[in-house]
């Protein structure tokens, strides 16, 4: 097998998840290379870049930061191999069989490893972030193949790099979010099912919940570019549950209401999102109250 391992790095050192990947790749059959490409981080800079002196490792510093589906496009391109293997950077290999899982589901076009998100963290400030990673991305392989396409995520999963030439993740989609829902359903439009396995990462770092919550509101902006501009609303809303909720609600003219009650209920959501007990309930309410404002503007 030929794995080219494909990380975007952003202001994370890696250091410690590439030597267990270079270790784990060295005592392997196949043949590697791990392709770590910047996205115009500040910070760690020296530390990622000696990686660079790794047999089979590559640095690519970018200049200026591409976005998260500009960032996967690239690394795709500079490829050598046949399968490749894309994963966030604040992660770590769960034990010392991570590759060798892969390597075994060899002749799948896309296959998923999935999330693990550890035991509660000691700040406060990062226990939405945990709550929500916890109870709604942390899925067994059975769970997930239910509906194998809905629950994509670019956080750990594997490819052809010929099937990736076709669909690529599209480059219109500015900011945070949906990028990778977008890439599950042109899979999915291409008759490719994706494989999942028990093959989980290690997430590493928690947004704060501020920072959580104002990504989770960009990413249901983009879910409504998405079904705007680029004409997906049907195949996402039998895939994404604020979707149908949204398409419910619509049918009474609720949307309208939402959105001018918005500005009164976003500091009592903002409130108990940000404290000690989030719901999830309130996550979700939010955010669909906030789809209702995108969709009027």
Known sequence: MELSICIPVYNQDVTSLVHELHRQASRSSCVFEILLMDDGSTSFLEENGALDALEGVRYVRLPQNVGRSAIRNKLADEARYEYL???????LPLDDSFLERYIRVEGHDVVMGGYHYGG??????????????????????EERSVRPNDSFSTFNFMIRKALFERVRFDESLRGYGHEDTLFGLSLK???ISVTHIDNALSHLNYDASDVFLQKSLNAVANLQVICQRLGYAE??????????????????????LFAKIY???????????????????????????????????
């Open 85 to 91: 293997i894309f994963m966030d950077c604040d992660v």
């Open 120 to 141: 509660q963290p000691t700040s406060d400030k990062h226990i939405l972030r945990w709550k929500y990673g916890k109870e709604r991305e942390e899925r067994s392989a």
């Open 189 to 191: 439009r291409e008759g």
């Open 235 to 256: 195949d996402l809303a039998e895939s994404i549950r604020i979707l149908r909720c949204f398409k419910r609600i619509d049918r009474f003219g609720l949307p309208t």
């Open 263 to 297: 500005p009164l209920v976003r500091p009592l959501c903002e409130k108990k999102l940000l404290g000690k007990h989030p719901s999830l309930f309130i996550f979700d309410l939010y955010r669909l109250i906030y789809l209702c404002v995108c969709s009027r503007n």
